[in-house]
């Protein structure tokens, strides 16, 4: 679902989606590294969303202190079923995760052509702490 929305919006930096063999290389290593984490939503057996989170252990510098934190790198919800409590479950299983793991940053970061995960993440308590810019 979330790859067609960031082609659409850039096809010069995101490929079209399609089931190839590529991409299921790429999510079977990520279902194989420890850190990753992918929790799957299913109404009545047909399977509607997903989410895709990593525990990032990011060290210290010079300048800023060490942190653990989740990341979340996709969220994505098949158009029938949002604004249903699909994402917000998702989410939620997400926050149990950082529980179990004493974990207490979650992070998320959406392009700002993406009004709707934006308004969805900021619905769940999470506040902008980084802007990136480009001139290209």
Known sequence: FIQKIHHEAHPNIFKSYSENEEIKTFFEKILKDQKNYVFLAYLKDIPVGYLWAQIQEIPKTPLTYSKRRIHIHHVSVDEKYRRKGVG????????????????????????????????FFRSQGFDIYNFRMWNI
């Open 88 to 119: 917000s479950s998702l989410l939620d299983e997400v926050k149990k995760l950082s529980k179990d793991l004493d974990i207490r940053n979650i992070a998320v970061d959406t392009w700002a052509f993406n009004n709707d995960a934006n308004d």
